[in-house]
């Protein structure tokens, strides 16, 4: 009864440094998408996918890369960490885009000093 | 980009008391959810709403679709300690553009005193 599993759960960084953070989903889901939560601000959607090998843009997309290579991974990357990357990031999944909910994991809370 | 505003941000209520919350948009949503986070958790879909004017409950919840499709509300009766918590609103858009993106209210706090 996983669902969405996010790894790691917290991790400090130093400026520059560079990380990926993990998604995985056993739902079979088409649709997935990392968003970042800070104080105040919801939740902005940095990048989606809609299937394997399929990434896109999402509001907050600058400073992050992702990869979409198996259907039930989705990797978030930061290449070059920045004290604005600082937030809690949580992935999220669906089966379709025709009203289907999204499902969340746990969050992974990144610092960077 | 579509925005929401969510209010309030924040509300402190004795036990028992009910809770309204709502959500505007200046756009048109063709779903709307409300999720609710707690703490070092991720958020859990709580009510979601497909038509104007669908109302739909789930046990003390109760959440409304704006007949504008604008807006949204919520309301938590008769609530308890394990309310507390906070409470996100979120649109939806149609398919195919939108690829089923969600964009989400600032969020509303809510504390409930025993």
């Known amino acids: 009864n996983a669902g969405v599993t996010q790894t790691p759960k917290f991790r400090v960084l130093k400026t520059g440094q560079s990380m990926t953070l993990l998604c995985a989903q056993d739902?079979?889901?088409?649709?997935m998408y990392w968003y970042r939560q800070d104080p105040g601000m919801g939740l902005r959607l940095i990048h989606y996918s809609v299937g394997e090998g399929t990434t896109a843009k999402g509001e907050v997309p600058d400073g992050y890369n992702v990869s979409r290579l198996k259907k039930q991974n989705f990797l978030l990357g930061l290449e070059s960490a920045a004290p604005s990357q600082t937030s809690v990031y949580f992935c999220?999944?669906?089966?379709?885009?025709?009203?289907?909910?999204?499902?969340f994991g746990d969050g992974t809370r990144l610092s960077i000093l | 980009g579509q925005q929401l505003n969510q209010s309030p941000q924040s509300m402190f209520i004795q036990e028992g008391e009910d809770v309204s919350m709502n959500c505007t948009s200046s756009s048109i949503f063709n779903t709307w959810l409300w999720y609710k986070q707690d703490p070092g958790e991720g958020p859990v879909l709580l009510i979601a709403l497909y038509k104007a004017g669908e109302l739909t409950s789930n046990g003390r919840l109760t959440a409304q679709f704006g007949i504008t499709r604008k807006d949204s509300f919520l309301n938590i009766s008769a609530s308890i300690p394990s309310d507390v918590g906070i409470y996100f609103c979120a649109g939806q858009g149609a398919g195919g553009t939108s690829y089923g993106k969600l964009t989400f209210g600032q969020g509303t706090i809510l504390t409930v005193h025993p």
């Open positions: 739902m079979n889901h088409e649709y």
């Open positions: 999220a999944s669906s089966y379709s885009d025709r009203g289907e909910p999204q499902h």
